[in-house]
C-alpha cells in the first residue's frame, strides 16, 4: 500500500509503499478515507512528544475516518504502530472505533473528530462538567480551541469564556466573554473568576497558564471556603514547564486535572468521539480544514501552522 512514512525523526515523511497490515483478535484493519494532521502527530513524528517511540520507520496520524472491514464507515483512532492513520489501510482495535453519521462528510467528520474530542473527553470525563457552569477556554483562538467552545455551550455550559493571543481571531468567536491575553489581560481574567468560572480547558500552559491560575487563586483563602475550580490540562504549545506555589491549591478551591494520553482509557476516547460525532450533524459543530491528497504530504507537513489539514488517500 502507499502510505507517509517517517524514516527519520524530525523530517517530513515521504510518501512511499508500506507493508499492508494484517489484523490480530480485536484488531480491524480500516480503508482510510481521511486522516488528521494535528500539532501531536507532528511531535510524535519528530520524537518530542512524552509518548513517543524511540525509533522511526513508522506511518504517523494518530486518527481518521474509514471503513472497516464490515463495511462500516467509522472513526478511528490510536492505531497499532507502525500503521498509523496517513495511508491507504490502517491497522486499529475494534474499540478504538465509533460509528459515523451518514450525512457527515468523512473529511468533515475528521476535522471535527481531531478538533473536538480532546474538550468533549475533557468536560464529560474528567471536569463533569455540569449544566448552567462557566468554561473558560484558554488557547480558544486554535482549532481544539474553538470546538470547546462549541461542545462546551452543547454540554451545558451557561456561560463561556475565549481567551487567547489573537484578538483579531478571538473576537470573532461565538464567546460569552473575550480575552486577549495583553497587558489588561490579568485584571479581566481576575474579574471573570471573581465572578465564577467552574472548569478551565487549557490547550496552552507556559505563561499564559501561570497568569490565568495566579488571576484565578491569588489572594484568596476565604475562612468560608472558596469554590471548587476544575483546571484541565491539554497542551504545552506556549510551554512545558510552570512554577506553582503550594498557596495556589491550599488556599483556593482549585483542581488540577490531567486530560490526554493515560489519564483517559482508549476506549473512553472512542466513546466520546462517537458521542461528538452522533451530536455534530443538528448541533452544527464545524471547524475550519482544508483537504489535501496524501501524496501531497509534505506540502500540508510544511504547511501554515495555523490550518488544519486532512490528508485523503486516493483509495
Given amino acids: 500500500m502507499k502510505a507517509a512514512v517517517v524514516n527519520s525523526f524530525g523530517v517530513p515523511p515521504a510518501y512511499q509503499d508500506f507493508r499492508d497490515p494484517k489484523p490480530g483478535d480485536g484488531e480491524t484493519v480500516v480503508t482510510v478515507h481521511a486522516a488528521a494532521l494535528q500539532p501531536i502527530v507532528k511531535r510524535l513524528a519528530a520524537g518530542t512528544h512524552y509518548t513517543s517511540g524511540t525509533s522511526a520507520g ?10 472497516d472491514e464490515t463495511g462500516r464507515r467509522v472513526y ?19 474499540d478504538a472505533t465509533a460509528p459515523i453519521p451518514e450525512d457527515l462528510p468523512s473529511d468533515r467528520a475528521a476535522a ?7 474538550s468533549w473527553t475533557a468536560l464529560s470525563r474528567r471536569a463533569h462538567l455540569r449544566p448552567d457552569e462557566t468554561v473558560l477556554v484558554l488557547g480558544a483562538t486554535g482549532a481544539a480551541g474553538g470546538m470547546a467552545l462549541q461542545t462546551a455551550r452543547h454540554l451545558g455550559a451557561s456561560k463561556v469564556i475565549a481567551v487567547g493571543r489573537d484578538e483579531a481571531k478571538l473576537n470573532r468567536l461565538n464567546a460569552d466573554v473575550h480575552i486577549a491575553l495583553n497587558d489588561d489581560a490579568d485584571k479581566k481574567l481576575r474579574e471573570q473568576f471573581d465572578q465564577g468560572v467552574d472548569v478551565v480547558l487549557d490547550f496552552l500552559w507556559g505563561e499564559p497558564a501561570l497568569r490565568t491560575l495566579t488571576a484565578a487563586t491569588k489572594d484568596r483563602a476565604s475562612r468560608a471556603g472558596e469554590p471548587r475550580l ?60 482544508t483537504s489535501l491528497p496524501l501524496p501531497a504530504v509534505a506540502d500540508a507537513w510544511n504547511g501554515d501552522p495555523n490550518v488544519r489539514y486532512i490528508l485523503t488517500p486516493a483509495t
Fill in 58 to 67: 513508522f506511518v504517523p496520524g494518530i486518527d481518521g475516518v474509514g471503513v
Fill in 76 to 94: 478511528f483512532l490510536f492505531p497499532k504502530p507502525p500503521f498509523g492513520a496517513m495511508a491507504e489501510k490502517s491497522l486499529v482495535a475494534i
Fill in 112 to 118: 471535527i473528530a481531531a478538533a473536538g474530542v480532546a
Fill in 230 to 289: 476544575r483546571y484541565v490540562q491539554l497542551g504545552t504549545s506556549a510551554g512545558d514547564d510552570i512554577p506553582i506555589r503550594g498557596d495556589m491549591l491550599r488556599g483556593s478551591g482549585l483542581e488540577l486535572i490531567g486530560s490526554g494520553i493515560g489519564s483517559v482509557a482508549v476506549r473512553d476516547y472512542a466513546a466520546c468521539a462517537g458521542e461528538l460525532l452522533a451530536a455534530a450533524p443538528a448541533a452544527g459543530f464545524d471547524t475550519p480544514f
